[in-house]
C-alpha cells in the first residue's frame, strides 16, 4: 500500500468591503447551498496575490486588486482528511463585467453587511468567512511585501 503523504490545501481568498457591505458568494457545494467569499485554489506557478485577484474575478465578475493580506489561516475541516491553509486579501473592486459568466457551481454574487453574514452563519462553507470579515473589520492589515513569490 503507498505512503499518503499529508500536505495541506492552499487557498486564498478575497476580503471586498464597500458601504459597509461584504462581497461574497453562494455556491453549490456536497452539502447544499452556501456562502463563502469568492475563493479558491493556488494554482501551479501562480502567485497567491494573482490568485485571489483571479478567483474573485471568475466567481464575482469583479475585478479586484489585492492590497493587503487580512491573514493567514490553518483549518483543518472536520468531516474528513483535509487541511485548509488560507490567505486572505483585502483590496479593492476596479470594475464590474455584468455580461461575465461566474464560474461553474456559483449561483450568484451577493453583498452582505456583518449581521446579515452572521444570520448566514450555518450557510457558510467554513468558519472562515465570518472571520475573516471579523479580522478585516478589527484592522488587521500585513503588507504584501510579506509574501514573496519566485517565479520558476
Not at 490568485?51 to 468531516?79: I, K, M, N
Not at 486579501?89 to 461575465?100: I, L, M, Q, S
Not at 459568466?101 to 462553507?125: K, Q, S, Y
Not at 478585516?136 to 519566485?150: N, V
Request: charged share 30%.
Amino acid at each position: 500500500m503507498p505512503v499518503r503523504l499529508w500536505k495541506p490545501n492552499v487557498t486564498v481568498a478575497a476580503v471586498v468591503e464597500r458601504d459597509g457591505r461584504f462581497l461574497l458568494v453562494e455556491e453549490e457545494t456536497e452539502g447544499g447551498l452556501r456562502f463563502n467569499q469568492p475563493a479558491g485554489h493556488l494554482e501551479q506557478g501562480e502567485s497567491l496575490v494573482d490568485a485571489a485577484a483571479r478567483e474573485a474575478l471568475e466567481e464575482t465578475a469583479h475585478s479586484f486588486v489585492p492590497r493587503f493580506l487580512v491573514g493567514v489561516y490553518q483549518w483543518p475541516r472536520p468531516d474528513n482528511d483535509v487541511t485548509y491553509l488560507r490567505f486572505a486579501f483585502g483590496g479593492d473592486v476596479v470594475g464590474f463585467d455584468p455580461a461575465r459568466r461566474l464560474d461553474e457551481g456559483i449561483v450568484r454574487a451577493v453583498w452582505m453587511d456583518l449581521d446579515e453574514v452572521r444570520a448566514t452563519r450555518e450557510r457558510h462553507r467554513s468558519p472562515l468567512i465570518l472571520q475573516c470579515c471579523e479580522d478585516y473589520l478589527a484592522g488587521r492589515r500585513y503588507p504584501l511585501d510579506l509574501i514573496r513569490h519566485y517565479d520558476s
